[in-house]
């Protein structure tokens, strides 16, 4: 089972940024895709983007040219770079693996989550 411990969120002013990690540990094989999840209070829990092992990476489509994600394997740590962040960014923000051998944002396809940290953007 993969372990996931999300970090690096807090409170910032709309248009400031933010960048989360995401330390993994605990698999024997690299997960094939892993990504960033968020929850606002009384919503479904949202794919943000994901990356493949091989690099490729998929946006939702509020974040895009906004977000960016990464990892470093050396470090086995993901990265979600938030750049001119806003108010609707509010949310608990997770991070999740999958060992399925595609990667898309669906959480259905990520078995592994971690605990999640706080983003909260004010105006």
């Known amino acids: 089972q993969v372990q996931l411990v999300e970090s690096g969120g807090g409170s910032v002013q709309a248009g400031g940024s933010l960048r989360l990690s995401c330390a993994a540990s605990g698999y024997s094989y690299r997960p094939y895709c892993m990504g960033w999840f968020r929850q606002a209070p009384g919503k479904e829990r949202e794919g943000v983007a994901v990356?493949?092992?091989?690099?490729?990476?998929t946006y939702a489509d509020s974040v895009k040219g906004r977000f960016t994600i990464s990892q470093d394997n050396a470090k086995n740590t993901l990265y979600l770079q938030m750049n001119s962040l806003k108010p609707g960014d509010t949310a608990m923000y997770y991070c999740?693996?999958?060992?399925?051998?595609?990667?898309?944002?669906?959480?259905?396809?990520?078995?592994?989550w971690g605990q999640g940290t706080q983003v909260t953007v004010s105006s």
């Open positions: 990356i493949a092992s091989d690099g490729r990476k």
């Open positions: 999740a693996a999958s060992s399925l051998n595609y990667c898309v944002t669906h959480r259905g396809a990520f078995g592994s």
